[in-house]
């Protein structure tokens, strides 16, 4: 009776450990978004990005300000989201999305800003795309989204089969566009050049997390180096019966997945106790499987 709660607890800890490490990514991808969002994308008047840049331009009328636009519209598609997409899609969005909501109105309420930390607008424009990036980056990796244009993207693969990425990036240009007219030309241009940007930078942000180091191990005896993967690196690896082109002989190809970290180790462990092995490491930053990434 007693061994067997604790095996139930010994069972459960992973994947408590789990929901505990995506709580916390998406709490810092959330604020490290709106510290880019509040204090150089608004503070600059960058039209980019979807709700924020529409926010800038609302908030131009004075009726209200960029982050309690940001707030309600954010609020609005939430429960829009909730009552068209159910229950499933209001966990992670939910939580990212008021979040960074509630986080852009409280500093407008604890650091007011009147003008740009700087007078360097390049420099805040790198800022101002790569912050909210990285945030989106890791949201993305996990499942997750800071809501807004997002949930309007949602909604439309469900009852559509409209491309909904050319949706949004026509919606994107059009708010950037406005800010040649609301503004002026100079910081139209920067808005133009953050949403060009944008999307690589999170595409790019997003490959180098996922980054992997794929092994071809061509070697005579597989066996020290398959138990250094399973024993000290406690990874799995494919063995497979082979035969060189140029010598005849039979030769054992190694194939395995490693982190950077993991794979600097193999390699060294490769180098001192099989010099003869032949390596072909590539990068890779789509892994699906155990270990890796789930479907």
Known sequence: MKSKPQSLQTADSPK?????????????STLIMAVGVYFFKFSNNFTFGGITGLAVLI????????SDFSFVANMILLVIGFFVLGKKFAAKTAYSSILLSV?????????????????QPLMELAFAIALPSIGSAVLFNIGASSGGTDVIAMI??????????????????????????VFDI????YSF??????????????????????FNVVCNNPKPICEYIKEDLHRSATIV????????EDKYIIFTVLNRVEAVRLRNFIKENSPDAFLLISNTSEIIGKGFHSV
């Open 193 to 214: 050049l953050g949403l060009t940007l944008r999307s690589f930078m999170i595409d790019g942000f997003i490959e180098s997390l996922n980054l992997s180091k794929y």
């Open 103 to 119: 986080t852009l109105s409280a500093l407008e309420r604890i650091y007011p800003m009147s003008h740009p930390l700087t007078d």
């Open 59 to 66: 908030a131009k009328s004075g009726i209200i300000s960029a």
């Open 241 to 248: 019966l082979a035969q060189g082109a140029f010598s005849g």
């Open 156 to 181: 439309m693969r469900k009852y559509t089969s409209f491309n909904i990425g050319n949706a949004l990036m026509v919606t994107d240009f059009f708010i950037t566009l406005a800010g040649f007219f």
């Open 186 to 189: 100079e910081t139209g241009l």
């Open 16 to 28: 408590h450990n789990d929901q505990l490490k995506n709580f916390i990514y998406l709490t810092a």
